[in-house]
Every structure is written in C-alpha cells, then in structure tokens.
C-alpha cells in the first residue's frame, strides 16, 4: 500500500511540476529540505542494483537539474566490479556493498566526496557511520544509501520453540522446511558464527570446518535462493529462512504469522554505499545527486518503496510506526553491537569460494 500511495503522490508532484513550469512560476520543491539545485546539464551514468531507487526520484532530479540520468542495473558486486575496471568504464557513481568499497579504495578507484557539496549529509545517524568507518576510514570516500542484517525469518505456525540461535537450521525436526541463501560469503558466515567463529576469519581450517557443517545440514534444507525465499515465505511454504533484512520485512507485513531474529552468536550488519569512480565524467551531477537523495522528505519517499532500511535519521524520523518502531527495518544498537560487517578477504576468497565448490558437488 505504502509503494502505491507514494507513486500516487509523485505523480501528483510531477503533475503539479510541469502546470508550474507552463506558467510564469517556477517549480515549487519546498517538499524537500535541502537545497534547490540550479542547472547542471549533461549527463548522469548511474549504476545500481535492480529496484533499488523509486524511479519518480530520477524523473524529479532530471526535472530540476537538466541532467540526462541513464540508469544501469548490476546484479551482483563482482559485475560492479568487471565493469568499473573496464577501459571504457562511463559510470559516474555506483552503490557497492561494504567488503567492495574497500577494494576499491585498496586499488584506488574512488573519489574523495566533496562534502561541501554534500550538506544534506548530517542527515545521516552517527551509529551508522561508525559502522561503516570500519571498511571506509572517516566515510572519506562514501556514504551509507540502504543497510541491513542478515537474520532467520520463521514462520510461528510451524516453529514452536525460540528461535535465538542459528543452531535451529540444523534441527531435524525442520528437515524441508529450511531455506539456506545462496550466496558464498552469507552461508558460511552462518555456519562459522554458530561454530564461534569470525565471518572474516582468514583461517582455512575454520572455513573448511564450517563447510563441513553445511555439508551434514545439507539433507534438512528445502534448498538454496535468494529472491525466491521471500515469497515462499510470504505463502507459508517453509518454516525458517535465512533471508535479508529488507525482504523478511517486507514478507512480515504481508503475512502477520512471519518473526525475523538477529541469532545470539551475531551476524553480518551490511551496506550498500554510494561512491564516485576515479573514473567519472559527471562529478557536480553526481555530488548533487548524492545530496538530493539524502534531503530527509526524498529518502524517506525512496525507502519506503524500496523496504529497505535507510541510513537516513532526518527520514526515519518522518517515517510512520511501521517502519521506525519495527526492530526488523530499524534494529536497536544492542543488536547492532553483535554484528559485523563483511570485509574484502583479497587471495583468500579463493579459500571460500573452493569449500563453497565442495559443498556444492557434496551429495
């Protein structure tokens, strides 16, 4: 209802833009707190994770600033990757994930953000740019656009026992009513937190131990996905899932029966930043565009279509109850305190990525 209602309004807004821009007064942005931006021009390659912007925010931006926004979508970190390397990179900013933007800034690729160009940045919450101070030294190359947690989503008509720990992925009471996700690094960070161990540990033994425990659980699950989870969820077809913090939230307020859990032995706290390639074209559109999507009114619009949670404390604050008293969307630092976030492992991926290829072939 919320997504609907907000394409609603902004067809309104840009309705009410264009009668304005008809006659002799200029478009009325008083919506957004931040500044009005005059004329850039030119044109703005943007490259971002797929629905992951509410795209009238685009339209808006294009309409006060004259600048041709080409929007690209990536489906993963390493296409980011690939394609910020390329000899003929046209991004001008990009959204990667935390463990990347280190890379990044170890290979130098990134711009410093100007950040007198980015006033609107004090509307970021201080608890989270300490987190992310953690893979971007002084937030000096990017700045938090969506975060999240990596948790169990349960179903409570089927689950009737506390869920606190992930050891419950491993109960055979379960056995095809678990979904594990299908990715390298959150899965066996999920059977290395319930061993003890560091997600970035660099210890081979302990990477090859929590193979080994994915391996034996490997019997019980319903399978391996990542977008699919959420609606199979949302239709009651498992019990438990390891999911993304955006997608149990978003499943939870359509199906009242569904839980979401941080487990006690922590978990990964994730970001997915905007930055600003060495390589761009465009760099007074993009530092506008930053600061744009940052005004407290645009972000707080931008994430509630998106579900995910935003960065942005001016936006959480004009955000109904659904959303900033749920500790699914907003967490509370207690739970914060016991995750982590991913950091870039450089050669000893390849660590990660054989007991991944192992557990993979295990029958």
Known sequence: MKK????????????????????????????????????????????????????????????????????????SNEEMLIKLR?????????????????????????????????????????????????????????????????????????????????????????AG????????????????????YDINTRNADEVNQAKEELIKQKPLIKGLSTDDIRTSMKNNMAALAVIYSGDAFDASLENGDLAYVV?????????????????????????????????ANLAARNTEYIYYSTPNQGALDLLDDDFKNNEIYNPSDEILSRCTVFHDLGDFVEVFNAAWAEYHAAK
């Open 4 to 75: 609907i209602f907000a394409l609603v309004l902004c067809a309104a807004m840009l309705v009410f833009f264009a009668a304005c821009k008809g006659g002799e007064e200029e478009a009325d942005y008083s919506f957004a707190d931040g500044d009005q931006y005059e004329y850039i021009g030119g044109v703005l390659n943007i490259l971002n994770w797929g629905e992951y912007i509410d795209p009238e925010l685009i339209a808006i931006f294009e309409e006060e600033t004259g600048v041709k926004i080409n929007y690209m979508e990536m489906t």
């Open 86 to 174: 390329s000899a003929d990179c046209i991004y001008d900013m990009c959204f990667p994930s935390d463990y990347i933007i280190e890379q990044l800034i170890a290979d130098d690729m990134l711009l410093p953000l100007d950040m007198s160009k980015i006033p609107n940045a004090k509307n970021i919450a201080p608890r989270l740019l300490e987190k992310t101070n953690i893979f971007d030294p002084s937030n000096k190359y990017s700045l938090p656009y969506m975060w999240g947690t990596v948790g169990i989503l349960y179903n409570t008509t089927m689950v009737d026992e506390e869920v606190d720990s992930w050891d419950i992925l491993w109960n055979e009471k379960y």
């Open 177 to 196: 009513q678990i979904w594990m996700y299908d990715s390298v690094r959150d899965s066996i960070a999920v059977s290395l937190l319930r061993l003890g």
């Open 263 to 295: 487990p006690k032995e922590g978990s990964n706290v994730w970001f997915d930043n905007v930055v600003i390639p060495k390589t761009a074209k465009n760099v007074e559109a993009a530092l506008a565009f930053i600061n744009f999507i940052n005004d």
